[in-house]
Structures are given as C-alpha cells and as structure tokens.
C-alpha cells in the first residue's frame, strides 16, 4: 500500500468518520477546489467521505482479495472521484463517488483475477526424485529476468526521492520522522513533544505533505 493512504486508510480502520459534510458545506468545498485547487478543501472532501468507502468495501468482503488492499483501492477511487468531480452536474458528489470507488474495486478485482490464471514462475510444475518441488524457475536455463523488475524498483525509489525533495524542511522532517526514511518511525504525539509543537500541527503539516506527494507521484 503506498503510504500517502496510511492516513486515510487508518481512519477507515478505526471506524473514527469525520461526520458527513452537509450540503452547504460540501458545495464551499467543491467551489474552493474547483476554482482554485485549493489541497485543503479537496482533503476535507475526501476525509468526510471516508464512511462511503468502507460502506462499499464491506460489500466484497466475501472475495478472495484481502480487506485491507479492497479499502485502499476504495480510497483510490474516492480520489478520482474528487479530483473528477464537476460541480455542474447534476447528481451529488456522494452518488458520483460510490459509481467510481465501485468501479476502482471491481476492475482490481478483475485484474487480480486474471493474474491468478497465469503461470508464475514460481509456479510448481513437478516432483524431483527427492520429493522436492521443481518451479518453472528451475526449468528456465537463464535466471536472470528480473532485470526488468529490478529496473521498475529502482525508478519507482527515484520517483519518491525526488518527490521527498519537493517538501518543505519541515514537511520533510515530519514525513521522515513519521514513516520511518532513514531513522525509526515515530507517532504524531513523539514527534509534536521532540518538535515543541502541537500534535494536531504535526497532523496537518503531515497531511498537507501527503496530499503534495500524491499529485506529484500520480503524474
């Protein structure tokens, strides 16, 4: 799970909602962010639906998938939502975010779905006179073909580093300090008492750095 969800996803996990927007809060909102792009209205958006999410959720709960990956694939699709939403349309936004967090889940259901049919590598294809299990792996003369992941891996890590980087001192050092990059992790109320500052700043500092991770890493 990338971790610019852990926030979002935690909450949902909790079962700690922020309580629904109501209708003239919710439209200050869509106008703030559709006018000016405004990271605080969109958050507020998203955090105030995060009950629609798992309401969803709970529906495929009965699939193979893990309940934690479908959550966070639902979050995704509250996202999209938000970010596609167009305040002239006719329906709410809540309508419109429940057809694409539905729709984010049923095509990663698809797709893992489509994936249990192919052969892994790791796939075990027989028996050796042992009674060990020979992998297709084992059968291939050259092992070296993980280049390509290897090479994924090592842009996906230079992706993150120069986002990092885009941070401000302080966004960086609470990011660092709370997922752990290059020290221990630490928890908001750690990181507020070693900071001398307010817990609820270090949330919104880290949130607001959250948010600026995501659209540069969704690019």
Known sequence: MLFFLLPLFGAIKSESYPQKLSDEEEKMY???????????ARAKLIEHN?????????????????KDDILSIGILGLMK?????????????ATYAARCIENEILMHLR??????????????VAMDKDGNEVELLDLIEDKNIDIMASYEKKAMHQDLNDALKTLNSREYEIIARRYGIGRDSQTQKEIAKEMNISRSYVSRIEKRALLKLYFLLKK
């Open 50 to 66: 995060l009950r629609l999410v798992a309401h969803i959720a709970k529906k495929y709960e009965n699939t193979q998938e893990d």
């Open 81 to 93: 939502a938000v970010d596609s939403y167009q305040i002239t349309a006719n329906n709410k936004l």
């Open 111 to 124: 797709a893992n779905k489509n994936k249990r049919n192919l052969i892994y590598l790791q796939s075990p």
């Open 30 to 40: 869509l106008l703030q962010y559709a006018e000016k792009k405004d990271e605080t």
